[in-house]
């Protein structure tokens, strides 16, 4: 099993900055891509940024610019920072890692974190 911790949400006035970060625990093996996503009330969980294990990115054209996603494999930790919020920016967000852990024989897994909230004020 891989266990997903988040930290780093809260609240924040418009032009502001927060810095979200994931740790995956457990007996992992290797960890593929890592990625951030957001879901703001009464609409659907959006990607909004992913880094690969070589390091390519993809974001959201939402937050193109503002956001910038990176990862540090010695600790199975991906990071979001976020520069210049908007209200627009808030929501619940939630890290997703994927990759193989290791329990007698080798698994695939998909993990969630339990969400942070990021609350952005006009």
């Known amino acids: 099993q891989v266990h997903l911790v988040e930290s780093g949400g809260g609240l924040v006035h418009t032009g502001g900055s927060l810095r979200l970060s994931c740790a995956a625990s457990?007996?992992?093996?290797?960890?593929?891509?890592m990625g951030w996503y957001r879901q703001a009330p009464g609409k659907q969980r959006e990607l909004v940024a992913a880094?690969?294990?070589?390091?390519?990115?993809n974001y959201a054209d939402s937050v193109k610019g503002r956001f910038t996603v990176s990862r540090d494999n010695s600790k199975n930790t991906v990071y979001l920072q976020m520069n210049t919020l908007k209200p627009e920016d808030t929501a619940v967000y939630y890290c997703?890692?994927?990759?193989?852990?290791?329990?007698?024989?080798?698994?695939?897994?998909?993990?969630w974190g339990q969400g942070t909230q990021v609350t952005v004020s006009s």
């Open positions: 997703n890692t994927k990759g193989t852990y290791y329990s007698r024989l080798w698994y695939p897994f998909d993990s």
């Open positions: 457990g007996s992992i093996v290797s960890i593929t891509a």
């Open positions: 880094i690969s294990s070589g390091d390519s990115t």
